[in-house]
Structure formats: C-alpha cells, structure tokens
C-alpha cells in the first residue's frame, strides 16, 4: 500500500479481555515502531523493530503488553487482561532504514477503548 | 531522562505568523521535529533540524534553535485556517542510533478570521 495501514481503525474491548492491533508498515521499510497516544498528551514509545526483532522494547509498560514482527513486515501489538487504562490510540510508524534521520512514517492508529 | 515541553493551545488571527514554542532536555547531539495533527489524520512531519544547525526555513516554516537555552520555535508566516491542528515537538537522541521519538503533549493551533 500506499502508507502505514492499522487495523482496526477502532476497537471498543471489555475489561479483561485479549486484543490484537495490527500494523502494515510501508513496502520495504525495515524499521517499525509502536507509540501510544492517550488523550490530551503527545505520543509515547513502546516498542521498535529492526526486521524481525525486538531491538527496543523499553515503553511497552507492563507484562501484559507483548508485539511480534515475525517475518520483517506485518507486526501485531498484542494486550492481555485489557485495563481501562489502555485505553488510548495506538500508533505505528515505518521507516526505510534505523538510522537516526530516516523519517517515520505515521498510520492513522488504531483507537482502543476498554469498557 | 529526556523530556520534551511545549505550551498547549495558541490562538491567531488568520493573516498573522504563528510561533509555537518547545523545549528540550536531552543534552546529546539530538534531531529535533515539528509535526502536525489533524483530527482523523495521522501525524504529518511538517520540518526538523539537526542540533548543530541554528535555523531552518521551509516555505512559510522557520525553525529556530537555541542549544544554550534547549529551546525550538516553530513560526508559521500567513497562518491559515488550514493551519488549525495539534503540533507536537519531538526529539531523537542519535546516540540510540534508530528514530525513538519524545514528544511533547502537543500545542493546540486555533486560527480565527
């Protein structure tokens, strides 16, 4: 595709339950990165991914929290026993290469709301 | 730690230069972004700089850095409504050798006729 494409554009959750959030990063872009936006702040990192490894996972903020990129393209962020505070919109960005001026790449997010 | 701060919301006449404001705690050789947010849209960059550069001018973008005081201005010329949007400034250290982002909270952009 064209740009970073998540899905689904919006996801509503119960408290405790499993979700998935998917992200399609850019042709060919080898580095991708999960952000979290909560309301009213600006994007906080989670997790960055040099093809199919986890190179820094320091932002994911619990156990609960877990992403693979198991074949250097398509990534999923996944969250166990969903709180109401993971409630946020997610993020994914891609880029072409890991160096520090490559520009990322931004999908429109995925909205999570726990109930 | 880094941490990035900006001021919320700034209010302009259409016509008028906007200048939205940020500062910067990383003391590293760092790139420094401005980006904007519209509602329903992703985030867009708009312009960066690289900390040893003092200024930098994009059509009606100018950015303004002072690395004594950590501060980076962004000022928009002729600001139009389409200008309206949430601008977030942001930080890469280079040290990290990837693009990990710090961003600001974001300013809030209303411009009125």
């Known amino acids: 595709g064209a740009g970073v494409s998540q899905t689904p554009s919006n996801k509503v959750t119960e408290k405790g339950k499993y979700v998935e959030l998917r992200c399609d990063p850019i042709s060919g872009h080898t580095a991708l990165y999960w952000y979290r936006q909560s309301l009213g702040q600006g994007p906080e990192f989670l997790i960055y991914?040099?093809?199919?490894?986890?190179?820094?996972d320091s932002g994911l903020p619990n156990d609960r929290f877990f992403a693979v990129r198991p074949e250097g393209s398509v990534s999923t962020l996944k969250i166990q026993r969903t709180e109401r505070g993971d409630s946020a919109v997610y993020l994914c960005a891609s880029s072409s290469t890991q160096g520090s001026w490559t520009e990322a790449f931004f999908g429109q997010g995925t909205r999570l709301t726990v109930v | 730690g880094e941490d990035v701060e900006q001021s919320l919301f700034l209010s302009v006449r259409e016509g008028d230069s906007s200048v939205i404001n940020c500062t910067y705690t990383?003391?590293?050789?760092?790139?420094l972004y401005w980006y904007k947010q519209e509602p329903g849209a992703g985030l867009q960059l708009l312009t960066y700089i690289f900390s040893n550069m003092d200024m930098k001018q994009d059509q009606r973008l100018t950015v303004l850095l002072n690395k004594k005081d950590k501060h980076l201005s962004l000022r928009i010329a002729d600001t139009q409504t389409g200008d309206s949007a949430i601008y977030f400034c942001?930080?890469?250290?280079?040290?990290?050798?990837?693009?990990?982002?710090?961003f600001g909270a974001g300013t809030r952009l209303a411009v009125h006729p």
């Open positions: 942001a930080e890469s250290p280079i040290s990290g050798g990837y693009n990990k982002l710090i």
């Open positions: 991914f040099q093809g199919t490894g986890a190179a820094d």
């Open positions: 990383d003391s590293s050789s760092t790139y």
